[in-house]
């Protein structure tokens, strides 16, 4: 099973800033990695697949890059409703497998 | 638009058994597979398995595997997962999430709460 580690844990961040989260694999995922927003009492939303394309109606603000075992979810300018909880996923194997995420505070 | 619309909270007893229902609409229900993916409190997600819609192949979590089925019912567009012999570990919200075979999961219910307590 690939292991997928988040770091880190919580990021504290002022509105308007930069936050730039990681995420790790165990073993090469390729591009298969996605990033999911999960906001509290809700189901997670897919924001980024295939490492760095947005998915339908998510803003420009957010960003992914990487590939093999090292990935990042750039958010390039924090809003309100960006403070939330972040999940990588792998979908190269089964099974597939989640992060344990990164909360994204307000400072 | 499209949407995944699951059923609603269940209580059980350790030992009993839950079906959660995912009824999907606003697209091709066959052209898709579905996830079903779990949540404990204060917990990361957790995959739990995957059905293709198509043909009914199924992929399980090795861990659940002997205790979970999954089902479709192309008739109604519905996806069922039955968890059996459950523990008070699996209380937890239960999602179901719309994917094709290994890709990503693009459009997801709003969960089912699990409680298992004597």
């Known amino acids: 099973e690939i292991v997928m580690t988040q770091s880190p844990a919580t990021l504290s961040v002022s509105p308007g800033e930069r936050a730039t989260l990681s995420c790790r694999a165990s073993?090469?995922?390729?591009?298969?990695l996605a990033w999911y927003q999960q906001k509290p009492g809700q189901a997670p939303r897919l924001l980024i697949y295939d490492a760095s394309t947005r998915a339908t109606g998510i803003p420009a603000r957010f960003s992914g890059s990487g590939s093999g075992t090292e990935f990042t979810l750039t958010i390039s300018s924090l809003q309100s409703e960006d403070f939330a909880v972040y999940y990588c996923q792998q979908y190269n194997n089964w099974p597939v497998t989640f992060g344990q995420g990164t909360k994204v505070e307000i400072k | 638009q499209v949407q995944l619309v699951q059923s609603g909270a269940e209580v059980k007893k350790p030992g009993a058994a839950v079906k959660v229902s995912c009824k999907a609409s606003?697209?091709?229900?066959?052209?898709?597979?579905i996830s079903w993916v779990r949540q404990a409190p204060g917990q990361g997600p957790e995959w739990m398995g995957w059905?293709?819609?198509?043909?009914?192949?199924?992929n399980y979590a090795q861990k659940l595997q002997g205790r979970l089925t999954m089902t479709t019912d192309t008739s109604t567009s519905t996806a069922y997962m039955e968890l059996r012999s459950l523990r008070s570990d699996d209380t937890a919200v239960y999602y179901c999430?719309?994917?094709?075979?290994?890709?990503?999961?693009?459009?997801w219910g709003k969960g089912t709460t699990v409680t298992v307590s004597s």
């Open positions: 999430a719309r994917n094709s075979f290994l890709r990503p999961m693009d459009v």
């Open positions: 059905i293709s819609a198509y043909n009914g192949n199924t």
């Open positions: 606003g697209y091709t229900f066959s052209t898709y597979g």
């Open positions: 073993q090469s995922v390729s591009s298969n």
